[in-house]
């Protein structure tokens, strides 16, 4: 279920482009822009399992290596799902990590993303919570981060929250995002 692999981070870059860059930007790069429906879809998604009746997820699922997709469990489904949900949310592929950016600089002193909502995210009990508060931060961060740095990290939290055995506290998503988050507010405060 791993996205770490290069082709399929490749894959998903990919589809992210078709949403969201222009034809002359998409023909540079020999890729055909998507529907607008489809990226519209999954925005008013209200749910996981709407998510993935859209055309919007099909066509990822579908460009996916048969490896991930033959021998798919429910929960990959639902993972993939969340990745495309989220994605739309992402309006400009930067080098930000999702942490970094709610952690940093607002308009004022605070982080963009306060703690609480932060701590909300990290706490999500189950993947409809954590879809609806992850949409909410790229919202708030206006959608500025990395595609496949977010769908290795989403794939992450569902490798987690699947999990029989409790993965080691420090390679924990919640952890990762946790350091990430207070080092760019850490950064905000000194400047």
């Not at 078709?18 to 489809?38: G, H, I, R, V, Y």
């Not at 879809?41 to 919007?56: F, H, N, Y």
């Not at 909502?117 to 931060?137: C, M, V, W």
């Amino acid at each position: 279920m791993k996205t770490k692999d290069n082709e399929t981070e490749l894959l998903v870059l990919r589809w992210w482009q078709s949403m969201f860059l222009s034809p002359a930007e998409l023909k540079e790069n020999n890729n055909f822009p998507a529907s607008t429906a489809q990226k519209a879809q999954l925005k008013r998604c209200e749910s996981i399992d709407a998510a993935m009746l859209s055309e919007g997820f099909r066509t990822l699922w579908f460009a996916l290596p048969e490896s991930l997709t033959e021998f798919a469990k429910p929960s990959d489904l639902e993972c993939w799902a969340t990745i495309a949900a989220a994605l739309v949310h992402v309006k400009s592929n930067s080098k930000n990590k999702l942490a970094a950016a709610a952690g940093s600089k607002g308009d004022g002193s605070k982080s963009i993303v306060s703690e609480l909502r932060f701590a909300q995210l990290q706490g999500a009990k189950t993947p409809e919570d954590f879809l609806r508060r992850l949409r909410r931060i790229l919202q708030q961060i206006k959608g500025d981060v990395s595609v496949t740095v977010l769908a290795n990290d989403i794939q992450q939290w569902f490798s987690e929250y699947y999990a029989l055995m409790p993965r080691k506290a420090d390679k924990r998503i919640a952890v990762r995002w946790a350091m990430d988050y207070y080092q760019a507010a850490s950064m905000t405060a000194k400047k």
